[in-house]
């Protein structure tokens, strides 16, 4: 009984359906339609875009997670990689703090943009901090 109204509806219904649609011959013919064979026209071409649609939306989600993986989203992208060197010796300083969340605006130092970074995102991460031993 299911089978039998499927068959109806695809040897039957759908190919006089798509045979009434007023499809333009060319594109310029769309100009030409009129309201009522746009009215009729709307909904084909709303399923026609909803199947678009759908067979594109895997891949459009697939870039956007790609986007959303990325850990560095500004710091000298025009390299193919970071690498900050500083010497042991260099340190002056008692305690130097560095960046590991890649949105410091001083990096590699660290300006305390992860504590934003966390607040937004309920991440957890932090510096990484060089201490010298108090001799
Ligand atoms: Fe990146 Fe502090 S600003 S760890």
Known sequence: MVLESV????KVQLPAYLKRLPVPES?????????????????FLGVLA???Y????????KKKQQK?????LKIQK???????EIN??????AKAAYCRCWRSKTFPACDGSHNKHNELTGDNVGPLILKKKEV
């Open 88 to 93: 042991i010796e260099d340190l002056c300083l």
């Open 27 to 43: 594109i310029t013919g769309f100009a030409r339609l009129t309201v009522s064979e746009w009215l009729r026209l709307l909904p």
């Open 7 to 10: 068959a109806r509806i695809v």
């Open 78 to 84: 025009e390299n193919l990689k970071v690498v900050n």
């Open 68 to 72: 959303d993986s990325l850990i560095n």
């Open 50 to 52: 909803l199947l678009g």
């Open 54 to 61: 759908l067979a594109v939306h895997p891949f459009l989600q």
